[in-house]
């Protein structure tokens, strides 16, 4: 795990500020300590803890701004659906989403090959039209984001050091 320290005060004021800005004040060390960007590297100095809680802001991002069908295409799928992610959400207690990513993992593996090809900005937009069945799961996250949020916040605070050593 790559040494990742945060002063007491500035996590302490992040969390006055929320669950997101407690979690964003994490992230911004873990992601400077490996340069950035979520690649190779970052897999192998990271804790499994850190790579999940920056897999949560990924996939945060990509499905309040456009839902799985951008997740998809955006070539994030496979790090969600092949890999562990729903099953660590289960063990750290946000069984919704861990839920919810096993659904979507469903439509994933029928519609993928369609949703990931190489598309104008219009053909990208009428996937959405195409594939309206991911539009439950996308509106199912959007309704329970906060509650994910703050329960993975939750699950952070109490396993704080398998994230990072507060000086």
Known sequence: MEGIIIED??????AQN?????????????KRSVGGSL?????????TDQLTLWA???????????????LIHNGWADFFFKNPFALVMKQWGVRDLSKLMYGAAKLYKVYSEEIMKDCTDEEFMA?????????????????????????I??????????FCTIS
């Open 39 to 47: 690649d190779g590297d970052a897999l192998a100095k990271l804790s």
């Open 18 to 30: 929320g669950h997101e800005a407690f979690l964003q004040c994490i992230l911004q060390e873990i």
């Open 56 to 70: 949560y802001d990924v996939l945060r991002e990509e499905l309040l701004e456009g839902g799985f069908i951008q």
């Open 153 to 162: 916040a939750q699950y952070v605070d109490e396993n704080i050091s398998h």
């Open 9 to 14: 005060t500035q996590l302490r004021i992040a």
């Open 127 to 151: 996937l959405y039209e195409r594939y309206p069945q991911f539009e439950e799961f996308d509106d199912d996250f959007v309704e329970k984001e906060e509650e994910f949020t703050s329960n």
